[in-house]
């Protein structure tokens, strides 16, 4: 059995026809939905240093976005509904050493990223990242524990539904295959949220807070509110 038939089932993908793992012929669709999701996000306003977004800085960031989705699909579990209108994403611990393709392709999305941010992000961009990520890592360091404890659990990095299909249960849907799977395996599940109005979601699916920090508190060129950046852990249910 392949890995990805153990996940599918795991997933219990069988008990829902809409939900499938994303291929590559969703990119696009996933792509613009990313995009659309995301663009009224407080944290990724904050992160960008209110930069304007021009036609150039909005191609550049949809052509990164769909490398990146092009490395996930091949590398972690990335489920969806409506063939990229949804996704959900987990990075789950595995004992299978991953092809030389797949560490090439994880090794150019690193390049690419690092490439992007010092050729094209602000002085103010940089340092907001800066204090970010390392407000991240303490809390996740104090709360959840160091790295050989987080690569023992499931990570959920994404779950997101275009607007035009918010409402459905799309992504409701999605995360409780990504629970189910974590039950399954009998492992933990953490994720960040940067909107504090999603908590009540995740909390139906059992994360519950366990740190919180905020950022453009302290920062005298972010003029809107604090932005609350929650730390979610869930816990096996013993009883799947």
Request: with cysteine; proline share 5%.
């Amino acid at each position: 059995m392949t890995e990805v038939q153990l996940w599918s089932k795991h997933l219990q993908l069988d008990t829902d026809p809409r939900v499938e793992f994303l291929k590559t012929a969703h990119i696009p669709r996933a792509d613009v939905s990313y995009d659309l999701a995301f663009r009224p996000d407080p944290l990724v306003t904050y992160l960008g240093a209110d930069e304007k977004q021009t036609l150039l800085r909005r191609f550049r960031r949809r052509c990164i976005m769909f490398l990146s989705l092009f490395v996930w699909l091949r590398s972690q579990v990335c489920l969806t509904i409506g063939q990229g209108s949804a996704i959900a994403m987990a990075i789950v611990p595995s004992k299978v050493i991953p092809s030389p393709k797949i560490r090439f392709l994880k090794w150019l999305l690193g390049v690419v990223y690092k490439k992007n941010r010092s050729l094209f992000s602000s002085k103010e961009a940089l340092k907001r990242r800066t204090d970010y990520d390392a407000k991240l890592e303490a809390i996740i360091g104090d709360k959840i524990g160091d790295k050989s404890k987080l690569e023992g659990m499931i990570y959920v990095p994404l779950v997101m539904t275009a607007p035009e299909s918010q409402g459905r249960g799309y992504a409701s849907t999605l995360l409780a295959r990504v629970t189910a799977l974590a039950d399954s395996m009998k492992l933990s599940a953490w994720l960040v949220s940067s909107n504090i109005a999603n908590e009540p979601f995740y909390n139906k699916h059992g994360f519950k807070t366990v740190g919180v920090f905020t950022v453009g508190d302290d920062n005298p060129t972010w003029t809107k509110g604090p932005i609350v950046v929650q730390v979610m852990l869930r816990e096996p249910n013993s009883k799947a």
